[in-house]
Nanobody, 125 residues
């Protein structure tokens, strides 16, 4: 059973940066594909970025390409999301998710069995 805990959210002005962290425990970190999702008020949860168990394969939503970077540190069992050039539309609760890796690429939130409780990111204009 994997436990995920996010941190690093907060209030930032447009154009600023934040780095989110997700610490995993209770499982073998290197066996899991991981992702960041976000959910804004009144909207559905959406995938922001995904990183495979190898760390070498990543996918980003078009809305964050070139601004956000996902990474993972196997020595710390931690995944990161570096967010630069933040926009007010990035305001949301950000969730960390994990799943045991398979040969197929994860395609939706239903592919992930483990979730953190989320961290709030608010970007002011």
């Amino acid at each position: 059973q994997v436990q995920l805990v996010e941190s690093g959210g907060g209030l930032v002005q447009a154009g600023g940066s934040l780095r989110l962290s997700c610490v995993a425990s209770g499982g073998t970190f290197s066996r899991y594909d991981m992702a960041w999702f976000r959910q804004a008020p009144g909207k559905e949860r959406e995938v922001v970025t995904t990183i495979r168990w190898t760390g070498g394969n990543t996918v980003y939503a078009d809305s964050v390409k070139g601004r956000f970077t996902i990474s993972r540190d196997y020595t710390k069992n931690t995944m990161y999301l570096q967010m630069n050039s933040l926009k007010p539309e990035d305001t949301a609760v950000y969730y960390c998710a994990a799943r045991l890796s398979t040969v197929s690429w994860p395609s939706s939130s239903s592919d992930y069995g483990y979730w953190g409780r989320g961290t709030q990111v608010t970007v002011s204009s």
